[in-house]
């Protein structure tokens, strides 16, 4: 079982809510996606905790941190990010994010080179495609408005209703995810998605902007399809690797599905730093 302590630090009026493993290691903070909250990365800290300094923070408006307030932008959880790395006297962390956290690793990677090591981005939201008139414009819409009202359900439904849909819809997932993405899903706050540019500026914008050493992981059922990652590619202009691997069996949650293979891409990677 995961050993963590819990803490709260208050950045530019918000509060932030962590969990952190401690020691004297190398510091290795864990950015969740959007509606998860910072424990949904416990399988994950479970195998790094042994080796780094783990560091699990919920986002704001999930887990304990403070909800959204009405000048939220997603740029802010970069900025909270670095303002917490910089509350806990955190030198040269490892970044790694999932979906929005992926997103926001990227944000502190371009606006505070200084900061990371080295990141890591679990199928961040890099997509091309744009719709191309007015009916592909309604079926985008349309996809919003469902994907809202299946937030939005989650907050009407116990604990066990919400594990008992996630085993049915996810038969990959090991219980243990099961519950911690039930209990997250009780947590968040559904004024998050007021915002739907999780992704903006467009990851084209960003990618030459990275410095340091990044590791892509992607699926073949993911967000980032191999066109993006090999135009991410050719886009790259550090001096410091971009490395991509692609895990087949998966979907969006690569780590939830196919977690051993994720676990020997991360620490492939790590060993290589």
């Not at 290795?28 to 042994?50: I, K, M, Q, R, Y």
């Not at 304990?64 to 932008?73: E, L, T, Y």
């Not at 999932?98 to 990677?109: D, E, K, P």
Request: hydrophobic residues 35%.
């Amino acid at each position: 079982m995961l050993e963590y302590t819990e803490g709260n630090v208050k950045i530019n009026g918000i509060n932030i809510h962590y969990y952190r493993t401690g020691g004297d290691k190398p510091a290795f903070l864990l950015l969740h996606g959007a509606s998860d909250n910072g424990l949904c990365w416990t399988p994950v800290a479970e195998v790094l905790a042994g080796r780094y300094d783990v560091i699990m923070p919920d986002a704001q408006g999930h887990g304990h941190s403070d909800r959204i307030d009405p000048g939220f932008s997603f740029i802010n959880h970069a900025h909270q990010i670095a303002g917490l790395i910089r509350e806990l006297n955190i030198t040269k962390p490892i970044i790694m994010g999932h979906s929005m956290g992926a997103g926001t690793t990227v944000n502190i990677a371009v606006n505070y080179p200084e900061i990371p090591k080295a990141i890591i981005l679990e199928d961040p939201g890099w997509q091309d495609r744009e719709p191309t008139g007015p009916e592909e414009e309604e079926a985008r819409a349309r996809e919003r408005e469902a994907f809202m009202k299946t937030f939005a359900g989650y907050g009407a439904r116990t604990r066990e209703e919400l594990m008992t849909e996630c085993r049915e819809n996810n038969p990959l997932w090991s219980e243990a995810e099961i519950v911690l993405w039930a209990e997250s899903k009780l947590q968040f706050d559904l004024a998050i998605f007021s915002s739907m540019q999780i992704d903006r500026p467009h990851y084209t914008e960003l990618v030459p902007r990275i410095t340091c050493p990044t590791l892509l992981i992607t699926s073949d059922g993911g967000l980032v399809t191999p066109e993006s990652a090999r135009k991410a590619a050719s886009l790259w202009k550090a001096e410091q690797p971009l490395q991509w691997v692609e895990i087949k069996g998966a979907g969006h949650n690569i780590r939830r599905e196919q977690f051993s293979t994720f676990c020997d891409t991360l620490n492939n990677f790590l060993a290589g730093l």
